[in-house]
């Protein structure tokens, strides 16, 4: 009998030390995971020094060491000498239509960190490394030599920054102003073909959308005359820069975003210029189709869309578990309710993406569209994808795991408290709402948590009901009604495969691909740590109340 104890004691210890083992595995997984991604991420961001090489064969380059590698003569053997080559980050895709060039070691003759070399970066075309020789304006120079063209530069550049922000307030703002403005008078004058009023009431109509749409027509010109203009001043000033091979190119200063002499900076401006790219990625918009500029719209479009659907799925959800487990009778019906709600968090999100399309696209949308929209028609307004219909696509995706995560909530509710609030005199429906339900609060929202963490990474659905690769405006603005849910939008996790696999650059942006993952589990982090504090907060609530 004690041998039979003792062995029943070590088997516990052991399946003890093996469950902890486990866990501590699997949390240094998810640190090997975070630290990979924030090396690979947060490295995108630091500038590196500019390596000038000249090689045995008389080719000279210039830009930023990206990789390191041994290679060895016969490389299906890996026989003969072990030799190293760099890659480097060479940009000038404008003139080489590559932006990275492998470099032999033992190919190199003369290496150099030429302080007047410079980094461009630009709306377009990439990075630019090379020497500034000229600045010109007009056609006409204005300085020449490095230090002279770079003082020039300076308060030409900063003109060119402030005129970039004029023209795109100007863009967003009047212009696009203007165009829905002129959207409404088609609207206006599709409705009345709609109504086909008496020919008195449709000739004062329409001559009044006539006049109006005169009057708009007449200042949209005047915008965009102000806006060539613009344009113009903003392409009249350029400098003249030489890559390390010798080739020229004439580049416009209102092109440059940002230039630099990273052999001349220190640390901390190095740090200062980390810190602004950072609030650069998450704070403004793509450029350079997604590889370059900020992620803010994938951002927005992700945490619009989560809180959409969590809007959607919690009452939904609740509901159904309530009726479950506090009004249904158990039987057949309720056995097989339950079976499909599990076997339905089984099913591929694809599927719920097709059904998506089809009931609330489709269906829900086209008949919105025939009932309040039909002046746009055959233009859909609703009829077509949107970020409302991607909510409620991943609502139907979720809401087994709210259900499940409720009904937990509810069983953890002593029935002592219940039948305690009916000796009292409440009604079943007041115990349940005052009662049961608020108890039950905790386990509610770690459904709503786990179902927030599962949507924010759903991609596959949502690029069947409305998220783009480029959205060119954010559900939400100055224009009534202000909220446009049936607007497109954009998302970080169709972002990173977007950049990681459809990119024409694709070794370029792959630290951009680890940053936006990093950035996309921190999102999801800051939403559910939200939620968990909320549910604590009601837990600590109710904790004296023998729930």
């Given at each position: 009998?004690?041998?039979?104890?003792?062995?029943?004691?070590?088997?516990?210890?052991?399946?003890?030390?093996?469950?902890?083992?486990?866990?501590?595995?699997?949390?240094l997984?998810?640190?090997?995971?975070?630290?990979?991604?924030a090396?690979?991420?947060?490295?995108y961001?630091?500038?590196?020094?500019?390596?000038?090489?000249?090689?045995a064969?008389?080719?000279?380059?210039?830009?930023?060491i990206?990789?390191?590698?041994?290679?060895?003569?016969?490389?299906?053997t890996?026989?003969?000498?072990?030799?190293?080559?760099?890659?480097?980050k060479?940009?000038?895709?404008?003139?080489?239509?590559?932006?990275?060039?492998?470099?032999?070691?033992?190919?190199?003759?003369?290496?150099?960190?030429?302080?007047?070399?410079?980094?461009?970066?630009?709306l377009?075309?990439g990075?630019?490394?090379?020497?500034?020789?000229e600045?010109?304006?007009?056609?006409?120079?204005?300085?020449?030599?490095?230090?002279?063209?770079?003082?020039?530069?300076?308060?030409?550049?900063?003109?060119?920054?402030?005129?970039?922000e004029?023209?795109?307030?100007?863009?967003?703002?009047?212009?696009?102003?203007?165009?829905?403005?002129?959207?409404?008078?088609?609207?206006?004058?599709g409705?009345?073909?709609?109504?086909?009023?008496?020919?008195?009431?449709?000739?004062?109509?329409m001559?009044e959308?006539?006049a109006?749409?005169?009057?708009?027509?007449?200042?949209?010109?005047?915008?965009?005359?102000?806006?060539?203009?613009?344009?113009?001043?903003?392409?009249?000033?350029?400098?003249?820069?030489?890559?390390?091979?010798?080739?020229?190119?004439?580049?416009?200063?209102?092109?440059?975003v940002?230039?630099?002499?990273?052999?001349e900076?220190?640390?901390?401006?190095?740090?200062?210029?980390?810190?602004?790219?950072?609030w650069?990625?998450?704070?403004?918009?793509?450029?350079?189709?997604?590889?370059?500029?900020?992620?803010?719209?994938?951002?927005?479009?992700t945490?619009?869309?989560?809180?959409?659907?969590?809007?959607?799925?919690?009452?939904?959800?609740?509901?159904?578990?309530?009726?479950?487990?506090?009004?249904?009778?158990?039987g057949?019906?309720?056995?097989?309710?339950r079976?499909?709600?599990?076997?339905?968090?089984?099913?591929?999100?694809?599927?719920?993406?097709?059904?998506?399309?089809?009931?609330?696209?489709?269906?829900?949308g086209?008949?919105?569209?025939?009932?309040?929209?039909?002046?746009?028609?055959?233009?859909p307004?609703f009829?077509?994808?949107g970020?409302?219909?991607?909510?409620?696509?991943?609502?139907?995706?979720?809401?087994?795991?709210?259900?499940?995560?409720t009904?937990?909530?509810?069983?953890?509710?002593?029935?002592?408290?219940?039948?305690?609030?009916?000796?009292?005199?409440?009604?079943?429906?007041?115990?349940?709402?005052?009662?049961?339900?608020?108890?039950?609060?905790?386990?509610?929202?770690?459904g709503?948590?786990?179902?927030?963490?599962?949507?924010?990474?759903?991609?596959a659905?949502?690029?069947?009901?409305?998220?783009?690769?480029?959205?060119?405006?954010?559900?939400?603005?100055?224009?009534?009604?202000?909220?446009?849910?049936?607007r497109?939008?954009?998302?970080?996790?169709?972002?990173?495969?977007?950049?990681?696999?459809?990119?024409?650059?694709?070794?370029?942006?792959k630290p951009?691909?680890?940053?936006?993952?990093?950035?996309?589990?921190?999102?999801?982090?800051?939403?559910?740590?939200?939620?968990?504090?909320?549910?604590?907060?009601?837990r600590?609530?109710?904790?004296?109340?023998?729930?």
């Open positions: 009998m004690a041998r039979s104890h003792k062995r029943r004691e070590y088997f516990g210890r052991a399946m003890t030390w093996l469950c902890g083992g486990a866990l501590a595995f699997n949390v997984l998810i640190l090997g995971l975070l630290v990979l991604l090396i690979n991420g947060m490295g961001f630091w500038q590196k020094k500019l390596l000038q090489v000249s090689t064969d008389d080719q000279i380059f210039l830009g930023e990206y990789q390191t590698e041994s290679y060895w003569e016969d490389a299906s890996r026989l003969g000498e072990e030799n190293t080559r760099i890659r480097l060479v940009g000038n895709r404008d003139l080489t239509g590559s932006d990275f060039v492998w470099v032999d070691e033992p190919n190199i003759v003369e290496r150099s960190h030429p302080e007047s070399a410079m980094v461009l970066e630009r377009e075309w990075n630019f490394y090379g020497f500034l020789r600045v010109r304006s007009n056609g006409e120079v204005l300085a020449r030599g490095e230090e002279e063209a770079l003082e020039a530069l300076r308060p030409i550049w900063k003109e060119k920054a402030k005129l970039r004029e023209i795109r307030d100007l863009e967003k703002g009047e212009i696009g102003d203007g165009k829905q403005a002129g959207e409404k008078l088609r609207l206006g004058e409705r009345v073909e709609m109504d086909d009023p008496p020919p008195a009431e449709r000739e004062a109509r001559a959308i006539a109006e749409r005169a009057e708009l027509e007449e200042e949209f010109a005047q915008l965009s005359h102000h806006l060539v203009e613009m344009r113009e001043e903003l392409e009249a000033e350029k400098i003249l820069m030489t890559a390390a091979d010798g080739q020229e190119r004439e580049i416009a200063i209102g092109e440059i940002r230039y630099l002499r990273p052999n900076m220190g640390l901390l401006a190095t740090a200062g210029l980390y810190m602004e790219r950072v650069e990625f998450v704070s403004d918009d793509p450029r350079e189709s997604n590889t370059e500029g900020g992620i803010f719209p994938a951002i927005f479009g945490v619009m869309m989560v809180f959409l659907m969590s809007f959607a799925v919690v009452p939904f959800g609740v509901l159904a578990a309530l009726y479950l487990r506090e009004y249904a009778k158990e057949t019906v309720v056995r097989m309710v079976i499909a709600v599990n076997n339905l968090a089984g099913v591929p999100s694809i599927v719920f993406g097709v059904f998506g399309l089809g009931f609330f696209v489709y269906l829900v086209g008949t919105i569209d025939s009932l309040f929209y039909p002046e746009a028609l055959p233009t307004t009829g077509t994808g970020i409302f219909w991607g909510a409620l696509t991943l609502a139907l995706l979720t809401v087994p795991v709210v259900i499940v995560a009904e937990e909530g509810l069983a953890a509710v002593p029935r002592e408290v219940r039948e305690g609030s009916r000796a009292l005199g409440a009604t079943k429906f007041e115990t349940t709402w005052r009662v049961v339900l608020p108890a039950a609060a905790p386990g509610i929202l770690t709503m948590i786990l179902a927030m963490a599962r949507a924010a990474g759903e991609v659905p949502l690029m069947i009901v409305g998220m783009v690769k480029l959205a060119p405006a954010l559900p939400i603005d100055g224009h009534f009604p202000f909220v446009h849910l049936e497109k939008f954009m998302h970080l996790g169709f972002h990173i495969y977007d950049v990681g696999f459809q990119s024409p650059n694709v070794e370029a942006t951009l691909v680890f940053a936006t993952a990093l950035l996309l589990i921190g999102v999801v982090t800051v939403m559910n740590l939200v939620a968990i504090a909320i549910r604590n907060h009601l600590d609530k109710y904790a004296g109340s023998a729930v």
